[in-house]
């Protein structure tokens, strides 16, 4: 690995912030409601607007969630963490963009038959600054803020909002265009951002770091304005053991990647950087004749890279992916084109539905021979998203996939989840119903567990009727016959995105 990455070459990748200091606003039609009041005459109406809406506290805090059906299983005893955007309001006004809302993480912890829920907003540097100011004072994602403070970098804007990795003994808030937060992870008490080496101040760490059965990770930082990526490898225990830039990566948004258990696999989707304009997404645009980029890198040796091309396109995130006998990689893709990301996560803001195509389950594969296929929809029902699997089985050729899927009619999200048999092309699922909006569930194995789906599946569902977060746990061996167990808030936390979990 290229242990020789010097300031210099650090401080012009993305951490130099030439790209975010062209921000600037998008303006409203002349008559048409603010954002703060669509989203405010919505949700008089319509029950699902709850999960937009900005988070009732800073902190909030139940030693005791009320038991709803079932027990914990035996043998199930944890921290399960999660993170979305949740603060969305302002001195009057409401962010335009989903993603723009300043991060909140949440701990449930399961012990002893009890569960309780810790959530608290990260007080990131933004976040610290506007509360002091009262107002928001910067551009994070898709909305123009009015009268913004200088930026220097991509972390006056970070939001911490994406995702979390426990490790080291602590826990970090994920974003993906700056700087982890590093939390107490008991407390959630945020102890500042976190610098892996001091030539890496500042830069960008994703979301979807990877980890290696010995509890290893590798991430990815992406500078797609300077067409580079950095890749990080870190230890069990929480420290920076390699890293390398990758250069010539084309400048698409790349949010998630993938491993087999030699290679490391990015997609450079159809949704590309190509303008200046007054948002960040703004910069982007959907590019339907353009090719996706997929690059192969070799974990043993970085600079070994290959290069195979697929039909346009646009994704978030990834399944399993492995390296069969013959050499070929195959991967599970939940891929779409930008219709969520462009409008479907401004529509919610305002409290509207939206049409756009929906994210489909397929499968890619990479022949050794240079040419790369993406498989039709494994299945036609509409929309799969959030695919999760047993951690044990990380790159090799799984045969579970865990996915969020079945739309809400006349109503935003989902209601089920559903496990894919990869082998026979078998679905099983349970539908929450139509009351319920599905978050991302995470696979827990049973300790001690052999089969491949020996575990649990642990997630959120927004409950409409009683207005109120719930957990839920399911056996993943037997998703049909829905939860083993539930448990409820008194209130509604934000709809959130990605979650880990730290066993006792
Ligand atoms: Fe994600």
Redesign the pocket.
């Known amino acids: 690995m290229d242990m020789h990455f010097s300031r210099r070459q650090a401080l012009q990748t993305i951490g130099g912030g030439a790209a975010l200091g062209v921000l600037a606003g998008c303006g409203m039609k002349a008559g048409a409601l603010s954002v703060s009041e669509s989203y405010a005459k919505s949700a008089k109406k319509h029950p699902w607007t709850l999960g937009w809406r900005s988070t009732p506290a800073r902190d909030l805090a139940t030693p005791d969630m009320k038991l709803v059906s079932g027990k914990i299983p035996k043998g199930l005893s944890g921290t399960f963490y999660r993170n979305g955007p949740a603060l969305f309001e302002r001195d009057g006004v409401r962010l335009e963009h989903w993603f723009d809302g300043d991060g909140m993480v949440h701990a449930y912890n399961i012990d002893d038959g009890n569960v309780s829920h810790t959530g608290r907003m990260v007080r990131t540097g933004k976040y610290e600054r506007e509360e002091k100011a009262g107002r928001f004072m910067v551009s994070a994602f898709g909305t123009k803020i009015e009268n913004p403070a200088p930026i220097t970098g991509p972390d006056d804007v970070n939001t911490a909002n ?2 979390v990795l426990p490790i080291g003994g602590e826990l970090l808030a994920l974003w993906e265009g700056g700087s982890a937060y590093r939390l107490d992870d008991t407390t959630l008490e945020t102890i500042g951002s976190k610098t892996w080496a001091a030539e890496l101040k500042g830069m960008p760490f994703s ?2 770091p990877k980890i290696e059965t010995d509890g290893s990770v590798w991430n990815f930082g992406q500078d797609v304005f300077g067409k580079r990526m950095l890749i990080y490898k870190i230890s069990a225990r929480g420290k920076l053991t390699g890293m390398h830039l990758m250069k010539n990566v084309p400048g698409g948004m790349v ?2 990647f993938c491993m087999t258990k030699r290679h490391l696999i990015f997609v450079v989707p159809s949704f590309q950087a190509v303008q200046k304009a007054d948002t960040f997404i703004g910069m982007f645009k959907w590019l339907p004749q353009e090719s996706q980029r997929v690059i192969v890198v070799e974990k043993d040796n970085l600079d070994n890279r290959r290069e195979f091309e697929l039909p346009p396109g646009f994704q ?2 990834y399944g399993n992916a492995w390296e069969d006998t013959s050499g070929d990689i195959r991967f599970s893709v939940c891929t779409g084109d930008s219709g969520f990301i462009e409008t479907g996560a401004r529509a919610v803001m305002r409290g509207e539905t939206f049409n756009v195509s929906p994210a489909r389950l397929a499968h890619i594969v990479l022949r050794k021979n240079g040419s790369a296929e993406i498989s039709s929809a494994l299945s036609d029902r509409a929309t799969h998203e ?1 695919p999760q699997f047993n951690a044990r089985v990380q790159g090799t050729n799984a045969r579970y996939l865990y996915t969020v899927g079945d739309n809400h009619k006349n109503q935003v999200g989902q209601m089920s989840m559903l496990k894919h048999d990869l082998e026979s092309g078998k679905i099983t699922s349970h539908n929450y119903g139509k009351h319920s909006i599905v978050e991302e569930h995470l696979f827990i194995p049973r300790p001690g567990g052999v089969r491949e789906d020996d575990g649990w599946l642990i997630g959120t569902t927004l409950y409409l009727k009683t207005k109120a977060t719930r957990l839920n746990i399911l056996n993943a061996a037997r998703l049909e016959d829905g939860p083993v167990a539930v448990f409820e808030l008194s209130y509604a936390v934000p709809l959130g ?2 979650g880990a979990w730290k066993g006792a």
Do not use: E, G, N, V
């Open positions: 994406t995702s979301a979807h949010h998630d978030f995130h959030f995105f990605h």
